[in-house]
Nanobody, 130 residues
Framework: QVQLVESGGGWVQPGGSLRLSCAAS????????FAWFRQAPGKEREGVVC???????YYSRSARGRFTVSRNTTNETSVLQMNSVKPEHTAVYYC????????????????????????WGQGTQVTVSS
């Protein structure tokens, strides 16, 4: 099946920046939706941002104005640029890829269907601390 690999995680100071990448193994020409989820210790998993097959994105409140998501249909990748990070952003970040039929849900920030139906990467740890 499809393999998604996240990279770029690590330690960063508050206010700093980090760039996460997600690469799909199938190198498909299909325009997928890419979502980024995160799960902090003791917390429920939550959606961070979703970028649709049309290139429209929806950010969670914590990510809005701080993070920027992009996608590249040529090499089937998604990049999450994290700026002005806070300790609260510490979590394991997951890349999720969903079929084009979920584009509207992605654009509206309705993550449930994507969470349940998408393909998941293994996650990458992001730690924000002084």
């Amino acid at each position: 099946q499809v393999q998604l690999v996240e990279s770029g995680g690590g330690w960063v100071q508050p206010g700093g920046s980090l760039r996460l990448s997600c690469a799909a193994s199938d190198f498909s020409s299909v325009n997928y939706n890419f979502a980024w989820f995160r799960q902090a210790p003791g917390k429920e998993r939550e959606g961070v941002v979703c970028i649709s097959s049309n290139g429209r994105s929806y950010y969670s409140r914590s990510a809005r104005g701080r993070f920027t998501v992009s996608r590249n249909t040529t090499n089937e990748t998604s990049v999450l640029q994290m700026n002005s990070v806070k300790p609260e952003h510490t979590a394991v970040y997951y890349c999720v890829r969903a079929y084009i039929m979920f584009s509207r849900s992605c654009e509206l920030g309705s993550y449930d269907q994507i969470e349940q139906s998408g393909y998941w990467g293994q996650g990458t740890q992001v730690t924000v601390s002084s």
